[in-house]
C-alpha cells in the first residue's frame, strides 16, 4: 500500500517504459504500442505501489494478482515486470523472437509471474473473479486487479463476469477499464466529430458509470495518466477488499499516451516505428542510448 | 504474389460491384484481414461489428434469411473457437448463406503466439454437417474461391493464411468444389496438402528430386466435400503416402486422407503436421523449422522416413 504522495518516480519509470515497448517492438518487427502506452501508467502504479508483490517469489501466496485481459498489451507488461525486477531489462529483446518467455500474448506457462494466459479479448475478468472468489473461499487476503480495454469490453463474456461479481460480493475483486477511446479499427469520426482518437470513441455518448453501478458496482472515475488520482483510487479499490461490493475503475487514458506520433491514433494499434521515427522517440522521451 | 489477405479484400471489393447483395461484417479487424478495402469502396455495406464474434455470426444469420449474403471478416481463431457455437448452430445446422473468411489461419500469424495460431480448425470445422471448408494455395485459388462461395447457397468456411506464397496456378484457374489438383507427378511417393503449405510441398518435392527421389504433390484445397475417389485414384500408384498439414496430425487433412485410405486402400500413410502442441511468437522462417515444415525440413524428415521404411 501506497503511503508516498510523491509520484515523480513512477513518472520517471512510466517513461522509460515507454521507450522500451516502442524500441522493442521495433526491434522485433511486430507487436501492439497505442495499448500498451495506454495502459503504462496504470501497471506501473500497481506493480509500483499498490500491489503487494514479490519478484523474486513470483509464486508467494499472499500475493495481489494482476491480469491484463487486453493481453496484445502484453509488451506493457513486460516492460513493468522488468522494471520491477521480474526479469532482465535485457530479456526483452528477445520478445516474440522464438524459444521466448515473451510471446505476443502473456503466456502463463512461460513465464513466472503471470497470473493465466491472455489474447483472446474478453477473458481475464472471468479468471479474476475466480481468483477472487477463491481468496475468499480459502480465508486469504490479496486482492486481484483485472485491466480491460474499451473496444474488448464489447466481449459478452466480459458482460457475463460482470453480471456475476456483485452477486458474490467480491470486494476484492477491481477491474480497471483503460477507456482510451480507440480500438483497433473500430468506427470513423463523424464529419466535425470531436474526439482524442482519430476514430470514434466505442463507447461515445453510453454512460459506462451508471450502468456499472446498476450492476452492482462501486465505480471510481479517474484520469489514467494522472498519478494523483491513479495511485489513491487503485489503494482505494485494495481498501474495500472486505467489503461486499467490486470495484471497477473507468480510467480515461489516450490510445499511445507520452509518445507524439502515437498519440490518438489507431494506426499505431500494432505498427513499428522506423529507425527515424525511433530516434525522434528517443530525443522526445530523453533516452541517450538509442541502440537501433 | 500477393497475399490472401489481400486477395480477400479486392476480391469482395470487386464483388461489391456486381452483387448488389454482398455485405462485409467485421469484429473490428478489417486493417489485418484487409476488408478495410472494402470498407472504403462500399462503405454502406460495410458493417462494423465491434469485438464480438459471437454476435456477429447471429447478425449474418438474420441478414442472409433476407437474401443478403455476409461475409465475416475475423481471425480463423475467433470463429472457431469464440463463435463456434453460434456457427454450429446458427449457421451449420440452418444451413445459412453466411461466408467465413477465416484470417490468420495456421502457424504463420505475424508472430502473435499460440493463441492466435489455430491448429485445430480444419478438425472442428471439417466434423460440422452441412459446413463447406476450403484452404487456397495461393491468389489465384483464393479469389476463385471467394467467387465461388458468393454464388454457392450455403454456409463456406475459407481458410486464408495471412502472407503471400509463390503462386502454384495462375488466371486459368477454375475452382470445382471436392477437386483436387496435381502440382507435381511422381512414383516414388506421394505427399498430400493443402493451403500455401501445399507449395512448400512442391519445393520439398524438388530437393528430393535432386536426390533421384520422385514425389508426386496432390493438393486438396477442397478438405470439405472431396472427391474421394480422386484422393483414392492418386494414392494407388505410390507406395507411401505423406500428408502434410499447417495444422494438428489430428483430424485435419490428415485424418481425411486416413478415414479414406483405412476404407478404400490400406497403405501406408505418415501424417506430418503440428504433433499435438501448441506454437509460439516467432517469424515465420522460425516457426516453419522448428515445426519442419519448411521445404527443406521437409526433404529431410521425407528421406529420414523412408530410410526407416526400407530398412
Ligand atoms: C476475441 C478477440 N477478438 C479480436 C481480437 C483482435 N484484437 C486484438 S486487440 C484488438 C482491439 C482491442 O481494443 P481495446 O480493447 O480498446 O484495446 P487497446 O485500445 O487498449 O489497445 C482486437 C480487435 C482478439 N485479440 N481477441
Ligand atoms: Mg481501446
Not at chain 2, 487456397?136 to 503471400?164: C, H, K, Q, S
Amino acid at each position: 500500500m501506497s503511503v508516498k504522495t510523491d509520484y515523480k518516480e513512477l513518472e520517471v519509470l512510466a517513461q522509460r517504459g515507454r521507450w522500451l515497448v516502442i524500441s522493442t517492438v521495433a526491434g522485433s518487427g511486430a507487436g501492439h504500442v497505442g495499448g500498451p502506452l495506454s495502459a503504462m501508467d496504470l501497471m506501473v502504479a500497481l506493480y509500483f505501489r499498490v500491489m503487494d508483490v514479490r519478484p523474486q517469489e513470483p509464486q508467494w501466496p499472499e500475493r495481489d494478482r494482476f491480469i491484463l485481459s487486453k493481453g496484445h498489451s502484453a509488451i506493457g507488461q513486460y516492460t513493468v515486470m522488468a522494471l520491477r525486477g521480474y526479469l532482465p531489462v535485457e530479456e526483452l529483446k528477445t520478445f516474440d523472437k522464438g524459444r521466448s518467455r515473451l510471446q505476443g500474448h502473456p503466456d502463463v506457462t512461460k513465464l513466472p509471474g503471470l497470473e493465466t494466459s491472455t489474447g483472446s479479448l474478453g477473458q481475464g475478468l472471468s479468471v479474476g473473479l475466480g481468483f477472487a472468489l477463491g481468496g475468499r473461499l480459502r480465508g486469504q487476503k490479496f486482492h486481484t486487479f483485472i485491466l480491460i480495454g474499451d473496444g474488448e469490453l464489447q466481449e459478452g463474456m466480459i458482460w457475463e463476469a460482470l453480471h456475476i461479481a456483485p452477486r458474490y460480493k467480491l470486494g476484492n475483486l477491481t477491474a480497471i477499464l483503460d477507456w482510451n477511446g480507440l480500438q483497433q479499427f473500430g468506427w470513423l469520426l463523424a464529419p466535425g466529430e470531436k474526439h482524442r482518437g482519430d476514430r470514434r470513441d466505442p463507447w461515445a455518448g453510453v454512460d459506462l458509470k451508471t450502468i456499472f453501478e446498476k450492476l452492482g458496482w462501486r465505480v471510481l472515475e479517474i484520469d489514467g495518466h494522472d498519478y494523483s488520482q491513479i495511485v489513491p483510487a487503485l489503494d482505494a479499490a485494495k481498501k474495500f477488499g472486505d467489503s461486499d461490493q467490486p470495484t471497477i475503475i473507468v480510467a480515461h487514458t489516450i490510445k499511445g499516451k507520452g509518445v507524439q506520433i502515437t498519440e490518438g491514433k489507431f494506426e499505431w494499434h500494432s505498427k513499428v516505428a522506423t529507425k527515424e521515427e525511433l530516434y525522434a522517440v528517443a530525443a522526445e522521451l530523453g533516452v541517450e542510448e538509442v541502440g537501433v | 504474389m500477393k497475399a490472401l489477405r489481400d486477395v480477400f479484400g479486392e476480391t469482395l471489393v470487386a464483388l461489391g460491384k456486381t452483387n448488389p447483395n454482398i455485405l462485409v461484417l467485421d469484429a473490428d479487424l478489417a486493417n489485418s484481414t484487409k476488408a478495410d478495402k472494402f470498407a472504403v469502396e462500399h462503405p454502406d455495406k460495410f458493417l462494423e461489428m465491434g469485438i464480438a464474434e459471437q454476435n456477429f455470426v447471429g447478425v449474418a444469420v438474420g441478414l442472409a434469411s433476407l437474401g443478403f449474403v455476409p461475409w465475416l471478416s475475423s481471425f480463423t481463431v475467433f470463429f472457431t473457437h469464440r463463435a463456434v457455437d453460434p456457427i454450429r448452430m446458427l449457421v451449420a445446422q440452418t444451413h445459412a448463406n453466411v461466408k467465413i473468411g477465416a484470417a490468420y489461419a495456421g502457424l504463420l500469424t505475424g508472430l502473435t503466439g499460440k493463441t492466435h495460431q489455430d491448429v485445430e480448425d480444419l478438425a472442428i470445422m471439417r466434423a460440422m454437417p452441412g459446413m463447406t471448408v476450403l484452404a487456397p494455395a495461393d491468389e489465384f485459388e483464393g479469389e476463385a474461391m471467394i467467387r465461388w462461395a458468393t454464388e454457392f447457397a450455403g454456409p463456406v468456411y475459407l481458410r486464408l493464411a495471412r502472407d503471400a506464397s509463390p503462386p502454384v496456378f495462375d488466371s486459368d484457374y477454375a475452382f470445382t468444389p471436392g477437386k483436387t489438383y496435381h502440382l507435381r507427378e511422381g512414383y516414388d511417393l506421394l505427399l498430400i496438402s493443402t493451403g500455401p503449405q501445399s507449395v512448400r510441398c512442391v519445393e520439398a518435392a524438388e530437393r528430393l528430386a535432386e536426390q533421384g527421389i520422385s514425389a508426386g504433390v496432390l493438393h486438396v484445397p477442397s478438405i470439405k466435400p472431396v472427391k474421394t475417389e480422386e484422393i483414392v485414384t492418386a494414392c494407388e500408384p505410390v507406395p507411401i503416402i505423406f500428408t502434410v498439414e499447417e495444422h494438428n496430425v489430428f483430424g485435419g487433412l490428415g485424418g481425411l486422407v486416413a478415414e479414406i485410405l483405412a476404407e478404400h486402400l490400406p497403405k501406408l500413410m505418415i501424417r506430418f503436421g503440428i504433433e499435438d502442441r501448441w506454437g509460439e511468437s516467432a517469424p515465420n522462417d522460425f516457426l516453419l523449422d522448428q515445426f519442419q515444415l519448411s521445404g527443406p525440413r521437409l526433404s529431410e524428415r521425407i528421406v529420414n522416413r523412408l530410410r526407416v521404411a526400407k530398412s
